[in-house]
């Protein structure tokens, strides 16, 4: 009985043995794991465009970076202002170099106009506007010129009524949210505040009011 005790603890202590092991492995592989370099970047507007001379050009790279070369951003976006030639380089998280990739513009006239507003969903001033349509698709409100930036849907009170805002492109688009729908005889505000990549900023209101139902 006593052999049999003793050939149990044994057994037990190299079970406890491997699995210590197998533990200490496991923790070496995590810490031995290293964040992926960056291989690519891609820049808008695209290499070969005619641009504004103090135009900002928008880097993506395919991973997150801890900086790119005098660029200003963070993780995988960053801008940078346009050159005739921009020459991309870019540190990775693990401390490797990126790049470098090229990309060429051609320089126009600087361009010191804010963007403006030229059709959209609804107008400034709207009344009797059918909300079925908009609350089956979306509001979109477009631009003269690319832009970034925010917009929101509002209601009278300035409170926001709750639907999704995007703006790229040359559109601004508000999506509705399930249970947010527009209502009858209500007034909204969309709120725009955008600005282009030559850094001309515009802020807009468009206030509207829903028909009565019917």
Request: proline content about 5%; glycine content about 8%.
């Amino acid at each position: 009985m006593h052999k049999l005790f003793r050939t149990l603890a044994l057994m037990i202590a190299a079970m406890l043995v491997v699995y210590m092991i197998g533990c200490s492995s496991g923790a070496d592989d995590d810490d031995s794991q290293t964040p992926p370099s960056a291989t690519t970047v891609t820049a808008d507007p695209p290499s070969g465009s005619s641009v504004p001379s103090n135009a900002t050009i928008a880097l993506t790279l395919d991973q997150a970076v801890d900086a790119v070369a005098s660029a200003d951003g963070s993780a995988k976006a960053w801008t940078i202002a346009v050159a005739e030639t921009l020459t991309i380089t870019w540190t990775n998280k693990d401390g490797s170099a990126g790049g470098p990739v090229e990309f060429t513009y051609t320089l126009k006239a600087e361009d010191n106009t804010a963007p403006s507003i030229i059709g959209g969903s609804v107008s400034n001033g709207d009344i009797d506007v059918d909300p079925a349509p908009l609350n089956a698709d979306k509001i979109e409100i477009t631009f003269n010129e690319a832009v970034s930036g925010t917009a929101a849907l509002n209601f009278e009170d300035d409170t926001n009524a709750g639907w999704q805002g995007a703006v790229s492109g040359t559109s601004a688009q508000l999506t509705p949210v399930a249970g947010k729908e527009l209502a009858n005889s209500v007034t909204y505000k969309i709120v725009l505040d955008v600005r282009d990549g030559a850094g001309n900023t515009a802020q807009f209101t468009i206030e509207f009011a829903t028909k009565a139902k019917e």
